[in-house]
């Protein structure tokens, strides 16, 4: 029982790390390079863990995070859930892929997320943003391996499922 | 949960009760983003929950702030000596030039007493500090420590010591929101010193800079031009140092000059601004008057209702005057 809630608490602390982790701000130098974390670590659990997470889920976190980003009411919700229907309907694939074809496909899926935000900023009337926006994607890709193998690690340690 | 398990995952065929949820979300999402964008109530519900987000915001603004104390920490004597005596020859020269000014301001305040203007050069400011979180790439925003509680209000400009920042556009209790004046939408009225020339600064998409596009092709400007706020508009107070030109070129629709400027503020390091109060003097044309009549309560009583409206002219004529 308390291993279950331990497990649980473990789940919901990676996601409010990973709100948090949007927040903190980076030097201007690396401000361009900032991956989306709370992306890559929504990705980690619908690939691990079977049921906990849903587009419901997706939705509350787009929720939560356009509520501190303060941009766009729906706008990260709308994203995430897209991330997520996908990483869930390919859950089964994607999870026996070698790594570095599951790096290419969370590459993919980043880069589906920027295009859609591409998009709703565009519709919402703001202008287009400059090359190095599309750098942020790469960099997540990059940092995929190591966020996966770390999450793996700190899950087996924890012995949690 | 537990219902979900035998459809959770087929290996190839997706579920149709999955796409249906999926457009379901979607579908509230669009809307959720459509009426945000039309009625902006997005702030309301933020208002809302402060409570909640404010303490996130402390805590996303901790590694800065603790970086910023680790440096301090961590910065030998030496430098903080020199730092120390850098800043005290400013102060030494800005008081010197205070005390000039002073009696220069004081004979501008008389003349001005006699020609009847209420301009003055009073400053009605409130120090904050800049809580360091990133409120996503590209979008030149900065977050303050102050809020409702202090008495800030949307639209009241933020200047550093060398110039404009931005305006504050959101307030939360106890945190606000600042506009840079590099943000795209963002526009600031200015004047160029040497010339006088007005015009339009506005915030450009690549980065810390700011455009002016619409400047006269006859019009004397060139590289290293100062531009101060004009006070046009009424929003930011008259003759605050805005940036510096750095390029000037003819516009690509050929009908304009366009001109490139570095702003003065110090938009990425700023630690402390300044909140202006109270600064902005009414320009443009007069509020309207209340149109002018004789008292409602002279006007002659209609035949049907005597009791009625005896009883109710009586507030309006009040109000109007």
Known sequence: MSRQRLSLWWFVGTLVFSLLS???????????????????????????????????????MGLAADLLDGVLLGEQALRLCALVFIALRFRSRLRFFPMWQQTLAVFAL??????????????????????SWWVAPFVGAALWPFLFLLLDDLRMRLRIQ | M???????SPLFAGSVAGTLRLIFYLALAMVLMVLDHRNGWMWRIRYAAAAVVEPLYRLAG??????????????????????????????????????RMAAVAEQNQRLKELLDT???LELNVQLARVIGVDLGAYRHRVMLNLGARDGIRPGQPVIDARGVMGQVI?????????????????????????????TMAYGSRDGNQ????????????KVGDRLLTSGLGGRFPPGFPVGEVTAVAPAPTGMFLEAH?????????????????????????????????????????????PAAAASTPAPPAGAAR
């Open chain 2, 170 to 198: 959101e307030v939360l209790p106890t945190t606000s929101v600042m506009m840079l004046v590099t943000d795209p939408n963002h526009a600031v009225p200015v004047v160029i010193e040497r010339t006088g020339l007005r």
């Open chain 2, 261 to 305: 400027a570095r702003p003065s503020a110090d938009l990425n390091r700023s630690g402390d601004v300044l909140l202006l109060h109270d600064q902005a003097e009414p320009a443009g044309p007069p509020a309207p008057v209340t149109p002018m009549g004789p008292p409602a309560d002279l006007a002659p009583v209609p035949a049907g209702a």
């Open chain 2, 118 to 120: 209420q301009h003055s």
């Open chain 2, 2 to 8: 537990a219902l979900a398990r035998e459809d959770a």
């Open chain 1, 110 to 131: 980043l880069l589906n997320d920027r295009v859609l935000l591409l998009v709703v900023r565009v519709f919402a009337g703001d202008p287009l943003p400059p090359a």
């Open chain 1, 22 to 60: 949007m927040l903190v701000p980076l030097p201007d130098v690396l401000a361009p390079f900032k991956p989306y974390w709370p992306a890559l670590f929504l990705l980690y659990w619908s690939l691990e863990s079977n049921d906990r997470v849903s587009l419901g889920l997706a939705f509350l």
């Open chain 2, 62 to 99: 901790m590694p800065a702030t603790g970086m910023r104390t680790l440096t301090v920490a961590f910065a030998d004597r030496q430098r903080l000596t020199e730092q120390n005596q850098r800043l005290g020859e400013d102060l030494l020269l800005a008081n010197a030039k205070l005390n």
């Open chain 2, 210 to 221: 700011l455009s002016l596009p619409t400047i006269p092709l006859v019009a004397d400007v």
